[in-house]
């Protein structure tokens, strides 16, 4: 840390980690970047890391996880929230009529796996876990119920109350399947509401589309559950407004519909997965209970979340790999065990179970939206870097160039990642972000 602050070129080091924006595992870049006039080939101007601080330019991780870097994360959950909220009251290339289309907020859960402890809240109490009187004994001599009141932050709560008949084949195996049964959802969805309105699927394409954002959350057992915004458009999408008998009402029995019949089939086990019985319905209002800017953030808080709250790691796990020895949770730990025991399976291995072990089966996209719902994570992005490369040119940083005159030749290596221990320290005073815990103690 001294030897960084006493170095000579610590001012462009501390403007490099500044425009990480106090990102905690930075990318380190080597490479030069040269303009040239196209008509004449002559050299315009060059950028090149030989002058960078260590030879190297640092440039944000922007992975989505908290876990692995709240700065990054956050960016990615702000633009979630924009992305979401955009297609709810309009904006970022979305007309602000689309605040009137019926919309719903829709969960999706996933079937039981066996008992679990629970927290449950009534009135503002806290309610015993599972109370039951006259509770069964489990064939591995376990009493089926819990007096417990927990606390939120209680390590049992996700665990079964017996280990040894909780289903973790099922579980990891809803994980895998969910994205087939999210799809077969959306179809399944698109007939019904059709079928109520005495149509077909291509007569209603003619009237009436149906767009949504979904983002997929883990629950403590290990199993994900999904929550989406569906909308009724016009043909159009959403630069036309729906007819009159495209409510809301509507739409909510087609999702009903489709939630309870849908399923997907695991062949090689011939297992057949559904839903959860517990489906929420609600639908979005602009001065209700449930605002555009509650569903936005609520959605956005999960996009950056992974399975971590089940107690597993953030990186893949190896074949190789000794479970006993790794520092997560014993539920976690038999999630774990059983996709590597399922993923060994020639029929099963389309799944990639070993692949997505840490991710306990679940191996789709957290967050995905239709094609017409709203703007783009990418069109965000390059808005951002748009509006950065302007300042840089206004402040005189970077060459103001026509460019259909001139050719962009850029070449960048890998050089490594991260910060030391010292320069962690110094990246945290300078942007204000809190380095990670060390021991169970907050630096």
């Known amino acids: 840390m001294i030897s960084r602050l006493h170095d000579p070129n610590y001012d ?40 960078e601080p260590d030879g190297v330019l640092r440039v944000p991780c922007k992975t989505r996880r908290a876990s692995r870097c709240p700065a990054c994360a956050e960016v990615y ?3 979630t929230y924009q992305l979401i909220r955009a297609g709810l009251v309009g904006g970022k290339g979305v007309p602000e009529t689309v605040s009137a289309h019926p919309c719903l907020f829709v969960t999706l859960t996933a079937p039981s796996f066996g008992a679990v402890h629970v927290r449950r809240e009534k009135n503002g109490k806290v309610l ?4 039951r009187r006259d509770a069964e004994t489990c064939p591995h001599g376990h009493v089926m119920s819990c007096t417990a009141r927990h606390s939120a932050d209680d390590p049992r709560l996700g665990e079964p109350l017996c280990p040894d008949c909780y289903d973790y084949d099922g579980s990891v195996l809803f994980n895998a ?18 079928k109520l309105n005495g149509l077909t699927v291509k007569a209603m394409r003619e009237h009436v589309s149906i767009a949504f954002a979904k983002v997929a959350e883990y629950q403590r057992r290990g199993v994900v559950h999904f929550h989406a915004v569906i909308r009724l458009d016009g043909p159009d999408g959403p630069d036309s407004p729906p007819p009159v008998w495209a409510t809301a009402d509507a739409l909510a029995q087609a999702v009903d519909h489709a939630a309870s019949v849908v399923t997907a089939e695991i062949k090689p086990l011939s297992r057949t997965f559904r839903w959860g019985t517990q489906l929420d319905v609600r639908r979005i209002t602009m001065d209700g209970d449930l605002t555009e800017q509650a569903v936005a953030a609520y959605i956005a ?3 950056t979340k992974a399975a971590e709250c089940v107690g597993t790691l953030d990186r893949r796990i190896q074949p ?18 059983a996709c590597m025991r399922l993923g060994s399976d020639p029929g099963l291995t389309d799944l ?7 991710m306990l089966g679940f191996r789709g996209h957290f967050s995905t939206k239709s094609r017409h719902y709203s703007t783009t994570l990418g069109d965000l992005r390059a808005a951002r870097e748009e509006h950065m490369r302007t300042e840089e040119i206004t402040t ?7 460019e259909d005159t001139v050719l962009v030749v850029a070449h960048w290596q890998y050089a490594g990642r991260g910060l030391s221990l010292g320069e962690q320290f110094l990246a945290a005073a300078l942007t204000g972000v809190r380095l990670p815990s060390v021991g169970g103690a907050p630096q």
């Open 177 to 194: 399947i969910s994205p087939e049964l999210w799809r077969r959802f959306t179809l399944a969805l698109r007939r019904r509401f059709a």
């Open 12 to 51: 462009r080091w501390a403007c490099q980690i500044k425009r990480t924006g106090g990102c905690r595992q930075p990318i380190h870049l080597r490479g030069k970047v040269e303009h040239y006039d196209r008509a004449t080939g002559q050299l315009l101007h060059r950028y090149s890391t030989i002058h």
């Open 320 to 337: 190789l790999d000794d479970l006993a020895t790794l520092p997560i949770r014993e539920h976690a730990r038999r999630l774990i065990a």
């Open 301 to 303: 808080k999960y996009a």
């Open 396 to 402: 005189g940083r970077l060459p103001l160039f026509d």
């Open 352 to 358: 990639r179970l070993i692949h997505w072990a840490h």
């Open 128 to 131: 015993p876990c599972r109370a």
């Open 77 to 79: 959950r702000a633009d």
